[in-house]
């Protein structure tokens, strides 16, 4: 499992760099660093901070910092940002990650799953987002329920959600 600092209900969250702590609505970077066993860790960026770092990233988003309440609520914008995040990604472990999102923000309304095509490569799922009118399709990648169990977790433990309970 992978262990982040940023524990469920908390609700102080401070920048990586300059120690800042975010301010409600403040724009906020965060971005995912993988390291070689291909663990995931999220890191939270002021915009000053973030301007000037330039390491490269498994993937990293905008979004403003919301002090909701972390308990009863997914923050699904967020969800969003990091699943536009992977838009580039075509196989791998950010792959899926994406295609587990999608499953996900489709669920939740933020995507609407327009058709499933057979092709052949396989069943691609044809996703449209309501907020930016932006298709994508995704090609099933046919993970094991034991490989899905796995990137849900992980999505909780980096979101601090618990995505786990509520697909
Ligand atoms: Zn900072």
């Not at 969003?80 to 587990?100: C, D, M, Q, V």
């Amino acid at each position: 499992m992978l262990e982040t600092n940023y524990q469920l209900g908390q609700s102080k969250k401070t920048c990586l760099l300059c120690g800042t702590e975010f301010q409600e609505g403040e724009p906020c970077f965060s971005a995912l660093q993988e390291d070689e066993s291909g663990d995931l860790t999220r890191k939270d960026f002021c915009s000053s901070c973030w301007a000037e770092n330039d390491a490269e990233f498994f993937s990293h988003w905008q979004t403003s910092f919301q002090n909701a309440h972390p308990r009863k609520k997914v923050d699904e914008n967020e969800l969003l940002a990091f699943y536009n995040s992977l838009e580039t990604k075509k196989n791998g472990h950010a792959y899926e990650l994406r295609y587990i999102l999608a499953l996900y923000l489709a669920r939740k309304k933020k995507l609407q799953l327009i058709e499933i095509k057979n092709s052949e490569k396989g069943e691609e799922l044809v996703f449209d987002c309501p907020e930016n009118d932006k298709r994508t399709v995704i090609l099933d990648p046919e993970l094991s329920n034991e490989r899905i169990e796995e990137l849900t977790e992980e999505i909780d433990s980096l979101f601090s959600v618990k995505l786990s309970k509520q697909v």
